[in-house]
């Protein structure tokens, strides 16, 4: 079955320090790969998506994923983190035998401090 | 635009009465959706709809109920609230054969 899994459920960091936030898939084809963002008191936000081709993919806000198909592995990236990105982030799998669902990790709050 | 506008933003309700969770979205997506997201259980499907008058489950489906009379418009009803309800539930909609999903703002229902 396919599944989505982010090993961490709360990561802190100091603002100004890069950040990574990890997730793993189990899926039988290529995926299609997907990373949200919640703030606090927000609906979900796309930051980017992988389908195909280059696998260092780049998004909105200064983050990036790269995806990585020996480890199954869709980690997502900033350089310098900022108070403002201090939410929740998921990662997701999109299902092409199910009307393009979405299989949804369980989500990393990301905590930052001063 | 507004997008996916999702009404309450929150509510308490008591155990066993009912309310409907209202969703509207103006982007003529034929996708709608229905989630409840719980801490560290990231979203769980509750119903979706590919068009007016189609509805299907999702993964929990049980203690909820759906309609779907026109594009714009996909409620969510709870009949016998009950404090395992309790969660942030989010609506979304997207176009068919599309991953752009657009999210609501999501309502905070808290069942005592």
């Known amino acids: 079955a396919q599944s989505v899994t982010q090993p961490d459920i709360h990561i802190t960091v100091s603002e100004g320090a890069s950040l990574e936030l990890r997730c793993n898939y189990s899926?039988?084809?290529?995926?299609?790969l997907f990373w949200y963002v919640q703030s606090p008191g927000q609906g979900l936000q796309l930051l980017l998506k992988?389908?195909?081709?280059d696998t260092l993919v780049q998004g909105i806000k200064g983050f990036e994923a790269e995806f990585k198909r020996s480890q199954s592995s869709f980690n997502l990236r900033k350089p310098s983190v900022h108070w403002s990105d201090a939410a929740e982030y998921f990662c997701?799998?999109?299902?092409?035998?199910?009307?393009?669902?979405?299989?949804w990790g369980a989500g990393t709050k990301l905590i930052i401090k001063p | 635009n507004a997008g996916v506008t999702q009404t309450p933003k929150f509510r308490i309700l008591k155990i066993g009465q009912s309310m409907t969770l209202q969703c509207t979205q103006d982007m003529n997506h034929n996708y709608m959706y229905w989630y409840r997201q719980d801490p560290g259980m990231g979203l769980k499907l509750i119903y979706y709809?590919?068009?007016?008058?189609?509805?299907d489950k999702g993964e929990v489906p049980n203690g909820y109920n759906v309609s779907r009379s026109t594009t714009e418009d996909f409620p969510l009803r709870l009949e016998l609230a009950a404090p395992s309800q309790t969660s942030v539930y989010f609506c979304a909609s997207k176009f068919e054969e599309s991953y752009g999903y657009t999210f609501g703002s999501g309502t905070r229902l808290t069942v005592v």
């Open positions: 992988y389908f195909s081709g």
């Open positions: 899926y039988g084809a290529t995926p299609y």
């Open positions: 709809s590919v068009g007016a008058g189609i509805t």
């Open positions: 997701a799998v999109g299902r092409m035998d199910s009307n393009y669902q979405l299989i």
